[in-house]
């Protein structure tokens, strides 16, 4: 059985049609003084995924605590979250003295309530696998990359796929050599503590769809600056595909304004850009 | 050393004097994507008290999390929770099948982080102690009565305490007996699914200042009516004395065009309508 919740629903019944399994929804209700209530079915299989993104996370990770907790006690022996977006993977460090390293803390925290994370293209820099973060636990993170290039195979012709930093290099290549797409990497400079300029590599931009790639769009400073810069290049259409929409209406506002005609996402976080389905890709980690 | 949040830090503050031990903060900033990073000092003693009050609980309770593991990495041996306010003690059964009983479930979250846990006047009701919700801890629940008691003598007049409903009683009782003051409870009637009427019991109110007590007021529904009949039976001043103050404006607006006076509460939940401090019983349960 998949137990769903109302803010992510359409993707828990997409997913439990790819699995042929039955959907259930968790009924949630949020008291004036900040509680939550939660109602799960009360006939449970042995066998449960919960599914649920965890973008906006602090009220969720309580719930799934909650959730988690009852199912134990109606007799769930294989319990599964299902969290496309996975929260707090960023802070994998001490940044300064006495900060919180929120990736380990709640990589154990959920490992507690679990027997099996999966989730899709996790923001990870210092550590290379998901189970270092969630320890002891089957952690599955799926590459979206395989989905991400279908999508602009149906729906671009020769396209450029730039990331707009180092950092993206990853997740740029990880669509564009499978599908023999043409991509770049551009350069983050940085002038004393909070000025930023990022250099593009040489290319003839006119003759491209440029195609801006990354994992997340929080602020869309830098895909602003860098789709500047493409107009100012030559550069007639430029879409922007991205796995986790983190972002609210004013970026995509800004990010149209920059120039970017198409934000296509996939639906990790629900969006109005979403336009990439992952269930199918999910589905593929509970079959043996 | 006690270790203090912002949204709580003159109670964190009062406490570390009355305990005359140092009081830090933890630095919290909260990211545009729900995320929370938290910064503790980076030198600590191996006995820390964390102070937080647990009103709009479940962002709260994630910092609690990080905050507290993180306090274990840096050696804290023994640590202790003082939160005025508990929350999720209401929800002790499953009122329909399949409901979450928060109570245990929170109440098992808070026993792994901390090795004592310290509140006052939790909501408890089919439990009698709180270390049947906070297992294999030291869970202290303090009875604010004596404080609030001498609040009462220094501030009123022939003051009769009454109870709203069947459920203060508890709070009423234990704080007029031992004063030697005059009490009463009103009874609640339902009428059909929604509907409730409160009956008096018979006194002449209007030889005293009334004074509503109980231990908490969130839509303040049942204060409203009593306050309506007193008035129609004479009563000339109407008060209220609440420990928990987890209402908003709208509702301390209700009370005053009810006929309520003033509304005292106690510091466990920063509320304009503080009156009464606990710091100093708090402070009892750290002094063996």
């Not at 989730?119 to 973060?133: N, W, Y």
């Not at 769009?217 to 895909?223: A, D, F, K, P, R």
Request: proline residues 6%; charged residues 20%; contains cysteine.
């Amino acid at each position: 059985m998949i137990l769903g919740f109302n803010d992510y629903r359409q993707q828990g019944e997409a997913l439990a049609r790819a699995l042929q399994r039955e959907f259930a929804l968790v009924e949630l209700h949020r008291f004036p003084d900040g509680e939550s209530k939660l109602t799960l079915p009360t006939e449970l299989p042995t066998e449960v995924i919960l599914c649920r993104s965890l973008d906006q996370p602090n009220h969720k990770l309580i719930e799934l605590l909650l959730a988690a907790q009852t199912a134990r006690q109606h007799g769930v022996k294989h319990l599964s979250l299902v969290a496309p977006y996975l929260c707090y993977m960023r802070q994998d460090i001490a940044f300064h003295p006495g900060e919180a390293v929120s990736q380990q803390i709640i990589g154990e925290f959920l490992a507690g309530l679990f027997d099996k994370v999966v989730t899709v293209d996790p923001h990870l820099h210092r550590i290379e696998r998901l189970d270092q973060a969630i320890p002891e636990r089957e952690a599955i993170a799926l590459p979206s990359a395989s989905v991400m290039g279908a999508f602009l195979a149906a729906h671009t012709q020769q396209p450029l796929l730039l990331g707009p930093d180092e950092e993206s290099e990853q997740w740029v290549r990880a669509i564009a050599e499978p599908a023999g797409l043409d991509w770049a990497v551009a350069k983050k400079q940085r002038f004393g503590d909070r000025q930023v300029q990022v250099a593009l590599p040489e290319r003839e931009y006119a003759r491209h769809q440029v195609i801006l790639v990354d994992d997340m769009i929080s602020t869309g400073n830098t895909l602003i600056n860098v789709s500047q810069q493409l107009r100012r290049q030559g550069a007639k259409t430029i879409h922007c595909l991205v796995t986790h929409a983190l972002f609210g209406e004013p970026v995509s506002h800004a990010l149209h304004q920059a120039g970017i005609e198409n934000i296509w996402s996939s639906d990790s976080v629900p969006h109005p850009s979403n336009a990439v389905g992952l269930a199918g890709l999910i589905a593929s980690a509970f079959r043996s």
